[in-house]
T-cell receptor, first 110, second 116 residues
């Protein structure tokens, strides 16, 4: 199974940027990197995905290292509603299978 | 609202009961998934259906029986469960199998199951 490594927890202050790191050293050339988040009492929610180039959407930015063995999810201005568990995953060889790890619990302080 | 609806939201059942969890998606997706999330454990993929055909069964005990009558509906039939089966059961759907944008999964809010 594809494995990723993330810090167990991180803290941020409201309206400050947050950089959530992820190591995925076993990733292969065709695997996409996905980020999801899970707010309390909800199912996971898609945040962003990418293959090689950095990506931006309305929720966040994804910075992918040149060797693709790590990536960083960037929340440009954290809000209290961004407090959640953030999961970094990668698909395996075109498979639909997403393997979730324990993720990073993000706390946002007012 | 993700477009994936799960019912019921909460379920309490005894070990001898038979119950079913229902998942419905109105996104026009062709792949559907069941996940289990136990306390303090990562999400575990249970079953994958693609075009109503089961394509993956991750060594799930037979007391869990999935059913996908059409691409919009997915059921998880439960019988003779154990207390350790108490967990949040999540349903998800995606446009298709495969990597990238086709595999963006949309999750329901889950069914919180307690087995007494």
């Amino acid at each position: 199974d594809a494995k990723t490594t993330q810090p167990n927890s991180m803290e941020s202050n409201e309206e400050e940027p947050v950089h959530l790191p992820c190591n995925h050293s076993t990733i292969s050339g065709t695997d996409y990197i996905h980020w999801y988040r899970q707010l309390p009492s909800q199912g996971p929610e898609y945040v962003i995905h990418g293959l090689t180039s950095n990506v931006n959407n309305r929720m966040a930015s994804l910075a992918i290292a040149e060797d693709r063995k790590s990536s960083t999810l960037i929340l440009h201005r954290a809000t209290l509603r961004d407090a959640a568990v953030y999961y970094c995953l990668h698909t395996q060889g075109g498979s639909e299978k997403l393997v979730f790890g324990k993720g990073t619990k993000l706390t946002v302080n007012p | 609202e993700t477009g994936v609806t799960q019912t019921p939201r909460h379920l309490v059942m005894g070990m001898t009961n038979k119950k079913s969890l229902k998942c419905e998606q109105h996104l026009g997706h062709n792949a559907m998934y069941w996940y289990k999330q136990s306390a303090k454990k990562p999400l575990e993929l249970m079953f994958v259906y693609s075009l109503e055909e089961r394509v993956e069964n991750n060594s799930v005990p037979s007391r869990f029986s999935p059913e996908c009558p059409n691409s919009s509906h997915l059921f998880l039939h439960l019988h003779t469960l154990q207390p350790e089966d108490s967990a949040l059961y999540l349903c998800a759907s995606s446009q298709a199998r495969g990597g990238g944008a086709k595999n963006i999964q949309y999750f329901g809010a889950g069914t919180r199951l307690s087995v007494l």
